[in-house]
């Protein structure tokens, strides 16, 4: 297995390559807006730089949170919301919205210990828990020392970080949590956003991201592209199947093809999975599109069509080298089925192709 500081350059350096382009469809250049997850911005960047040249479609994407990304999406101020928790069935009708997954990613924990090498600290679900829930205050706790025999721990203060925005990548972790403590589910519990026991907020997954590397003792968790672009350090956790697994696209990819797509705006659920080489922590994010779009931003509905069609049809690449995981080809052709379901004012369907 790679290094972590191998790796992450190797990311690094992959992640500007260019993405394969194909020929303009429209001469002129177009622009759709999005707004929500910050979860997915490193890739829907990457992306969106590649179809300037190869859509001559500009992406403004505003990183925003995924509450955040609902509220706009609902309130109809830009052509799409991004979020991390999906919606509800019955919460997708009432707004008018046709939801649809993008990509993979995954949440790791990140943290700042002098000392302690990347991948190197070992996690179990109880030393997690007991961390963010302020019964663990210091790192040489003799649990966490038990646990890593192999390596020095420092004695620092523990510093827990988290989302102070509504967090799709929040949603994610405290499902986690929750799924691995019933203290957590009965507490806490799992959301957007939480009153969590101690620590301190960070907004944004580069808000975390900073917080944790400016602070020593710090723990927080981000989905992985952050860690990997920061070059922060991550930890090993142990999975539902007792095994202490690294976050690599490795293991995110075990927990991905386990995934169950035949779901409600195809929400699969990818978190805690059984499985030796399985990452516990994986999920899909997902697109909030209108199925009614108003007269002046039909254009900006078939846009972003056009624009996911074409991520989905050329973006893998990109995507894996920023660590996430593509759609299969199989749930590529649910998302387009899906979009059937977006029409004009006059109610015919807004094509795309």
Same mark, same amino acid.
């Given at each position: ?31 759709i ?10 890739? @829907? ?15 403004? @994407? ?44 995954? &949440? ?7 000392? &302690? ?6 996690l179990t679900?109880?030393?997690? &828990? ?15 020392v ?9 004695n620092?203060?523990?510093?827990? &970080? @988290?989302?102070?925005?509504a967090?799709?990548?929040t949603?994610?972790? $405290?499902?986690?949590?929750s ?6 589910r ?20 580069e808000?975390?991201?900073n917080a944790?590397r ?6 927080? @968790? ?12 991550t ?13 690599t ?10 995934a169950?797509w ?14 030796d ?13 209108? $199925? ?18 074409w ?6 690449d ?6 996430y ?18 029409r004009?004012?006059s109610?015919?369907?807004? $094509?795309?192709?």
């Open positions: 297995m790679q290094n972590g500081f191998n790796r992450r350059s190797l990311m690094l350096g992959a992640a500007a390559l260019p993405m394969a382009a194909a020929a303009p469809a429209f001469a002129q250049q177009a622009t807006t999005g707004a929500g997850a910050s979860f997915p911005r490193p890739v @829907y960047e990457r992306w969106g730089q590649a179809a300037r040249e190869a859509l001559n479609i500009t992406l403004n @994407y505003q990183s925003i949170g995924s509450g955040g990304g609902i509220n706009q999406i609902t309130n109809r101020t830009v052509d799409f919301g991004a979020t991390d928790a999906p919606l509800p069935a019955a919460q997708l009708a009432e707004r008018n919205l046709v939801q649809f997954p993008t990509v993979m990613g995954s &949440v790791v924990l990140i943290v700042n210990l002098p000392g &302690v090498a990347d991948n190197a600290l070992k679900s109880e030393i997690l &828990v007991d961390l963010f829930a302020g019964r663990i205050t210091r790192w040489n706790d003799p649990r966490i038990e646990a890593n025999r192999e390596i020095r721990i420092p620092l203060p523990v510093s827990p &970080v @988290y989302r102070a925005d967090s799709g990548t949603f994610v972790f $405290t499902t986690y949590l799924r691995i403590s019933e203290a957590w009965t507490g806490p519990g799992a959301a957007t956003s939480v009153q969590w026991p101690v620590g301190n907020g960070a907004r944004g997954n808000g975390v991201a944790v400016n602070t020593p003792g710090a723990i927080g @968790y981000t989905e992985n592209a952050y860690a990997t672009v920061n070059r922060l350090v930890t090993q956790l142990r999975n539902k199947s007792g095994r202490f697994v690294q976050p696209l490795a293991t995110f990819q075990a927990a991905a093809s386990l169950d035949n779901k409600p705006g195809l929400a699969a659920d990818l978190v805690d999975l059984s499985g080489d399985v990452w516990p922590i994986v999920s899909p994010t997902f697109i909030l599109l209108p $199925t009614n779009p108003v007269a002046d931003r039909v254009e900006g509905s078939r846009n972003t069509m056009r624009f996911f069609d991520t989905m049809r050329t973006g893998g990109a995507a894996r080298r920023l660590e995981i593509p759609l299969p080809e199989a749930v590529q052709g649910l998302v387009r089925a899906s979009w059937s379901a977006v004009d004012p109610g015919r369907p807004i $094509t795309f192709a």
